[in-house]
T-cell receptor, first 110, second 117 residues
């Protein structure tokens, strides 16, 4: 099985930078996803990492270190609308289907 | 990106009734769709994988006779919660696999909030 760990909750100030970490233990790693989910809505795709390094996409960046079983999602220039749950999901083995972590609830305050 | 719709968005029903939820891929063909359930402040739990033209694959602990899945076409999968009870109240989300996407990712529908009285 897989073990995915992320902080339950984080708070940050509008305009600041926040880093949400995700650690995982799995065999046959085959990709890591980050999704954003607003309350009562379905998750929306943010990023996908399968190789080590940083992937940048606008205000959001995602980093992966396969040897450490570690990823982070970096959000810059935080806006109030970034308040949401951020889900880390890991795909492993021969399965296409990723396993989701519990998510990190991010609260952005003025 | 790919669009997945889900209907209804919200349903309230009496205990013992059946509820059908539809999931459609609007601008791509999805041979595989997935059904998830999410309880408040919990993660997404995969219930079953729906394959077009064949039987669904259920995850351990999910009753296939209670959660009926039909994937009759390349753009439509349905989940029927039979004889619903209050403990079935949850947020049900479908997703569809877009093989044409660069990252072979899955796109989620907007979810269905089921409340069983």
């Amino acid at each position: 099985g897989q073990n995915i760990d992320q902080p339950t909750e984080m708070t940050a100030t509008e305009g600041a930078i926040v880093q949400i970490n995700c650690t995982y233990q799995t065999s046959g790693f085959n990709g890591l996803f980050w999704y954003q989910q607003h309350a009562g809505e379905a998750p929306t795709f943010l990023s996908y990492n399968v190789l080590d390094g940083l992937e940048e996409k606008g205000r959001f960046s995602s980093f992966l270190s396969r040897s450490k079983g570690y990823s982070y999602l970096l959000l810059k220039e935080l806006q109030m609308k970034d308040s949401a749950s951020y889900l880390c999901a890991v795909r492993s083995g021969g399965s296409y289907i990723p396993t989701f972590g519990r998510g990190t609830s991010l609260i952005v305050h003025p | 990106g790919a669009v997945v719709s889900q209907h209804p968005s919200r349903v309230i029903c009496k205990s013992g009734t059946s509820v059908k939820i539809e999931c459609r891929s609007l601008d791509f063909q999805a041979t595989t769709m997935f059904w998830y359930r999410q309880f408040p402040k919990q993660s997404l739990m995969l219930m079953a994988t729906s394959n077009e033209g064949s039987k669904a694959t259920y995850e351990q602990g999910v009753e296939k006779d209670k959660f009926l899945i039909n994937h009759a076409s390349l753009t439509l999968s349905t989940l029927t919660v039979t004889s619903a009870h209050p403990e079935d109240s949850s947020f049900y989300i479908c997703s569809a696999r877009d093989l044409g996407a660069s990252t072979d990712t899955q796109y989620f529908g907007p979810g269905t909030r089921l409340t069983v009285l």
